[in-house]
Nanobody, 123 residues
Framework: VQLQASGGGLVQSGGSLRLSCAAS????????VGWFRQVPGKEREFVIS????????YYGASVKGRFTISRDNAKNTVYLEMNALKPEDTAVYHC?????????????????WGKGTLVTVSS
């Protein structure tokens, strides 16, 4: 399984950014998808996930109302739309996928991880 994230970069506080993640090597439509983020020296933090059906979204407390997730099963791609970005959103964002219908909040329980893309929000 490969998960290739892209779209990271530098953005000003209050700005927006869209991340994409292309998946291969799995039956994409049968997997939940999501994003975690990590700041050096800190634990991985759950950001957001979308169930395999695409009907249920789960949010980390710090991003609810600002981030949205979507998936395109025809393209094996998941998207993360980030709005009203804050400096504390600065992190490496990892695309994830799991064989379960609903992704766990616990990073240790997630099946597949991408290498990540860096998002830097300047103040």
């Amino acid at each position: 399984v490969q998960l290739q994230a892209s779209g990271g970069g530098l953005v000003q506080s209050g700005g927006s950014l869209r991340l994409s993640c292309a998946a291969s090597g799995l039956t994409f439509s049968e997997h939940s998808v999501g994003w975690f983020r990590q700041v050096p020296g800190k634990e991985r933090e759950f950001v957001i996930s979308l169930s395999s059906s695409g009907k249920s979204t789960y949010y980390g407390a710090s991003v609810k109302g600002r981030f949205t997730i979507s998936r395109d099963n025809a393209k094996n791609t998941v998207y993360l739309e980030m709005n009203a970005l804050k400096p504390e959103d600065t992190a490496v964002y990892h695309c994830t996928s799991d064989r379960s219908n609903i992704m766990a909040y616990d990073a240790e329980a997630v099946d597949y991880w991408g290498k990540g893309t860096l998002v830097t929000v300047s103040s």
